[in-house]
């Protein structure tokens, strides 16, 4: 099978290459991507190169293909696997492979003949051996693909943990009930987690959310109003970068039960610490492309008041399944994240500019041609170009649809090079 993938070789260096996969071996399954969405970690991965924690030390020699949010349809299996797949079933992937001959590993970063950018894979056998091929029979494609974020998002929620007075054991999770700060959270991650905040089955009973961008903020409650959180018994807040002394009054002065960093900004992160309740849980969860980024933390915090720390740049197998069933039964809609659409000749310049981009998630269609294009320019692109024209009556309230995936599939420009 011939693939056409985008690949990292070193430091800002990535190629779109067509060449040959190996055979599909017993233990292995071949399969066809269909969508991925560009992440910020495969931004950092293709800054820093072989410095990445994720990637190999001869990427020049052994180059990776990029892209770990993604969906498809699977094509052969090995025959270790016929009865658990098969042909024509569609999957998502859950990248924290967690392989214990290397912790990192991980599609997008690691291996040679996996990754989302890239029209045809192999599947390896620990995938599969781990729980990370999972079963997925949502509306669209590119739902599975968020999924991926949305179970880091997950991940997050479940990873926070709260103490009692003379035990020793850690509740996991957020409080119940609790006051929730979800700091640069009006981002794709942190549409992502206001959604979970008002839609999963452990919510906050006070959410504010702030950021230094007042076009995302918003956006953001535009997308989710405070009726409609009202309605799921949560308050929600929005602030345009509120002061410390601000953001403590929100929580009516007795602080944050649960803060989230979605930024890895210094003076964020102090905030953030500054803002908890006593028992507080603090999720650094913005992954730094500096590895020597620091910032100052109050220790009499963490000593009197119990402050504690959580830090997770994923999920895992159980939050995957969890967020494809949400997203299967609607619950939770992650079209919201998405502002861009493409396809797979765009990716490299997408990752490489992506801090420069505004806007959300974007969206990449591998086996089509297509620049990147904001979803709020498609109605004025379509008075040149009728695909534009007929995308844009298929967005429901200017958001990716599953009619506009079905649409663009069939009739997008193909990818030739």
Not at 3 to 19: H, I, N, P, Q, S
Not at 123 to 129: C, D, T
Not at 207 to 221: N, Q, S
Not at 264 to 273: F, I, N, R
Request: net charge negative.
């Amino acid at each position: 099978m011939v693939t056409t993938a985008v690949r990292l070789y070193g430091k800002r260096d990535l190629r779109l290459e067509t060449f040959e996969l190996p055979p599909v071996g017993d233990d292995e399954i071949l399969a066809e991507v269909i969508s991925d969405s560009v992440c910020m970690s495969t931004y950092k991965a293709a800054e820093q190169g072989a410095a990445h924690k994720r990637v190999p030390d001869d990427p020049a020699r052994n180059p990776v293909i990029i892209g770990h949010e993604f969906c498809g349809r699977i094509l052969e299996t090995g025959g270790k696997w016929r009865g658990a797949f098969s042909p024509g079933d569609r999957f998502a992937i859950q990248p924290a492979v967690n392989d214990p001959a290397n912790i990192y590993a991980a599609p997008g970063y690691s291996f040679s003949y996996i990754g989302g950018a890239a029209t045809y894979i192999i599947i390896p056998g620990i995938f599969m051996e781990r729980g990370c091929l999972l079963p997925y029979d949502g509306a669209a494609y590119y739902q599975g693909s968020l999924a991926e974020p949305v179970s880091c998002v997950i991940g997050g929620f479940r990873c926070m943990y709260h103490t009692r007075a003379g035990s020793y054991l850690h509740e996991m999770g957020i409080k119940p009930g609790g006051k929730m700060a979800l700091l640069a959270g009006a981002g794709p991650m942190g549409l992502g987690a206001i959604d979970y905040a008002l839609h999963g089955d452990r919510r906050p009973s006070l959410l504010a959310v702030t950021d230094i961008d007042g076009a995302r903020l918003d956006r953001a409650a535009a997308l989710y109003t405070p009726g409609h959180a009202k309605s799921c018994g949560v308050e929600l807040v929005y602030r345009n970068a509120p002061d410390t002394g601000e953001l403590t009054e929100l929580s009516g002065g007795t602080g944050f039960d649960d803060v989230f960093i979605y930024a890895p900004v210094a003076s964020l992160c102090e905030q953030g610490g500054a803002v908890l309740a006593r028992d507080g849980c603090l999720n650094f969860f913005a992954g730094p492309p500096d590895p020597d980024f620091s910032a100052r933390m109050n220790f009499y915090g963490l000593h009197y008041n119990a402050h504690h720390v959580a830090c997770n740049s994923g999920g895992n197998a159980d939050d995957m399944r969890r967020s494809l069933e949400m997203v299967s039964q609607g619950a939770i809609d992650p079209s919201v994240m998405v502002t861009h659409i493409g396809g797979l000749d765009a990716v490299i310049e997408t990752t490489l500019n992506l801090p420069g981009i505004p806007g959300g998630k974007k969206l990449m269609y591998t086996h089509l041609s297509m620049p990147l294009t904001a979803i709020a320019d498609f109605a004025e692109l379509g008075a040149a170009d009728p695909l534009f024209a007929q995308l844009a009556e298929r967005t429901k309230n200017g958001l990716w649809t599953p009619e506009c995936e079905r649409y663009l599939l069939e009739n997008g420009q193909p990818l030739s090079l």
